[in-house]
């Protein structure tokens, strides 16, 4: 059964771009959540999407937006982007959203980095 | 609000012995769960062993071992008979029942030395 997949595995961007990263979740999974990933702020919740719905958001500025289709892959996406969204940036699934048996499989992120 | 405090950022252990993570965390809430993942240095995370926060008894992995005090709320990892392949960083994390959501401590590096 293949895991959660991360696409792209790294990239660079400049100040001021935009980018979107891709999560495609284990199959049959259909929650998908975001978190940031950085030495200095450690791991930090983005966005819940259950069903193409967004469950729950993180205290990120709204340059940081999410969607899910309705085959459950993810995108995010960050706009105009600072120094400090460089960053790990990891997509986890699981069965069912807020549930515990719902365990988080993740994935092995996507490192952006902001030039 | 809900946080969750690893006080150790790093610590090493010798092969085959045991050692002991600690955590702890601040909720009003009564139902929750409690995690301990590892993130080894290819970056996947994994998830090592949870908790209900409504069961008393603590969580058991083979090696892996948890010392659950609600009332203290203190969530330790405990790893016996560490192996090199233990070496990583290791985080607690907080999940309120009715949320996908997981609060994160700061993680704790763990070196196993042969």
């Known amino acids: 059964k293949a895991g959660v997949t991360q696409t792209p595995r790294y990239l660079i961007k400049t100040r001021g771009q935009q980018v979107t990263l891709s999560c495609s979740p284990i199959?049959?999974?259909?929650?998908v959540s975001w978190y940031q990933q950085t030495p200095g702020q450690g791991l930090q919740f983005l966005f819940e999407?259950?069903?193409?719905?967004?469950?729950n958001k993180g205290n990120f500025p709204g340059r940081f937006s999410g969607r899910q289709f309705s085959n459950s892959r993810s995108e995010m996406n960050v706009s105009t982007l600072e120094l400090g969204d460089s960053a790990l940036y990891l997509c986890?699934?699981?069965?069912?959203?807020?549930?515990?048996?719902?365990?988080?499989?993740f994935g092995e992120g996507s490192r952006l980095t902001v030039l | 609000a809900q946080t969750v405090t690893q006080s150790q950022p790093e610590m090493s252990v010798q092969e085959a012995e045991t050692v002991t993570l600690s955590c702890t965390y601040d909720?009003?809430?009564?139902?929750?769960?409690l995690f301990w993942y590892k993130q080894p240095p290819s970056r996947q995370m994994i998830l090592v062993i949870r908790?209900?926060?409504?069961?008393?008894q603590n969580a058991t992995e083979n090696r892996f071992s948890v010392n659950f005090q609600k009332a203290a709320k203190s969530f330790s990892l405990k790893i016996s008979d560490s192996q090199l392949g233990d070496t990583a960083m290791y985080f607690c994390?907080?999940?309120?029942?009715?949320?996908?959501?997981?609060?994160f401590g700061q993680g704790t590096t763990l070196q196993v030395k042969p």
């Open positions: 909720t009003s809430e009564n139902n929750y769960y």
């Open positions: 986890a699934s699981s069965l069912v959203a807020g549930e515990v048996a719902g365990e988080l499989f």
């Open positions: 199959s049959g999974h259909r929650s």
């Open positions: 908790q209900e926060a409504y069961k008393q």
């Open positions: 994390a907080f999940r309120p029942s009715n949320t996908g959501k997981l609060i």
């Open positions: 999407y259950f069903s193409e719905t967004q469950r």
